[in-house]
């Protein structure tokens, strides 16, 4: 009897996955990835990449000073609240068109086919934008918390030169094991699943308990501070004006959910796995992130020295209020390490996002190279790696290098999620449902994802440092400005006249008279850059 069900189940195993190839190529592509993700490995990943110890630990500081405690905790709310719609909107995308190009190809499939180049193109790299500078962001804060911790004991010094080394360190680390362990990433996603579960979980209840005193509910959720400058940006613009940009901590940390969809070629039943882990990874997030959030802020023990911290960072502060050296160091050390696994899979879905984009002719034709012993786009994994390095050289003569870097890969990738989003709402008889279907209320909550976004794109270009100098100036604009610009003057100069969205392999191969279930001729035809 065990027999018969085992051979039933893989049966059905077989049936899945047959189904998932032929969807792909009724996409236009062939299975090169390893489809071996389940639902859980997929959702993981978001939630890795979301990481709220990640986004809270590296913006805290950011929190306290641009809105203080009531902004941070009630921001995390409605931001949560609003997310949700914008994840509820590359759900039901998704789910159409699971493949790992996502936003870009989203973008390709919904416009009309005459503007489908141009949407994909300019979609395409602002998601490439988000996607390195949110590897920049995460990867860069745990360099940060490695170096800051490295001078509670001992002689070491923190400076901006040796920061970017140990960041430097880190990239090397994820892209390492992204080219060489691409079969223990499924393993190492078990791991950073329970490190940002159960661990993040006990952390905060620990503080909760272990904390001499804790703050009111009106200071955690009414008290509200501005740290600006002198004066703030409260008397030099409007309170209103330091809270919806104190909303960054919140919103940076939510984002990176379109991991997703860029691992769903290599994921199980992706026309449901896929929505559901882009879905699930918010709300989880959300809930985890709130309790997290709050058990700092309450645990809080002299509001001025937390802010002007002798350690320079206020949660580490926290820690050695309530745990005493030692114990901090401990904790930040747990977190360190569900930081690098956040940076590990930023980096996976970095990768796979280029792979897809380089394979329908965004970026040259040797970054859509899979390996064929690790099964892996090792190009692109190591320019992932190569230019979120670059991204973070201006910290060297930067005081807000690290803010606008979140807030770079905030507009980055919500441009890209909202594009394909708007483009659907748009055009609405291009947009052929999958399986996870809003029905009516598709166009609404498109249409408040959209809003939301346009709002968060402005906001996050603001500045928050007064007065505004070489030192403190939000280069944000700046960054976004030249990828707008290049994308822009690329598509008028030359690249309107090539760049026709996602090639649709299979329908090329055949053309040609080549079996995409032969892997020489593929290959070769690859080389002479045929298809």
Known sequence: MSFSRRRSSVADAAEVLHHDEDKLAELGYKQELNRSWSLLHNFGVSFSIISVVTGITTLFSYGLTVGGPGVMSVGWIIVTFMTTFIGLSMAEIVSAVPTSGGPYFWSAILAPKTQAPFWSWMTGWFNLLGQVAVTTGITFGCANLISTLAAVKGTYTPTAGRTLGIYAALLVSHGTVNTFGVNILKYLNNTSIVLHSLGVSSIAIAVLAKAPTHQSARFVFAKFYDGTGDPGWSVRASPAYVAVCGCLLSQYTITGYDASAHLSEETKKAEWSAPIGVLTSIIVSGIFGFFYLLSLLFSIQDFDNTVNSSVGQPVLQIFIDVFGVDGAIVLMTLIILCVWHCGLFSLTSNSRMMFGFSRDGGLPGMFHKVDVKFKCPIHTVWLAAFLAFLLAIPSLG?????????????????????????????????????????????????????????????????????????????????????????????????????????????????????????????????KEGKI
């Open 398 to 526: 930067s005081a807000v290098a690290f803010s606008a870097a979140t807030s770079i890969a905030t507009i980055g990738l919500y441009i890209s999620y909202g594009l394909p989003i708007l483009i659907g709402l748009l055009w609405p008889s291009n947009f052929k449902k999958g399986p996870f279907n809003l029905g009516m209320a598709s166009r609404p909550v498109a249409l408040i994802s959209c809003l939301w976004i346009g709002f968060i794109a402005i906001v996050f270009c603001l500045p928050t440092a007064n007065p505004v100098t070489s030192q403190t100036l939000n280069y944000t604009p700046v960054a976004v400005g030249i990828i707008l610009f290049f994308a822009l003057t690329a598509w008028l100069l030359w690249a309107r006249k090539w760049f026709t969205g996602p090639i649709r392999q299979i329908e090329v191969a055949e053309e040609l008279g080549i079996s995409v279930e032969d892997p020489v001729a593929v290959a070769e035809a690859e």
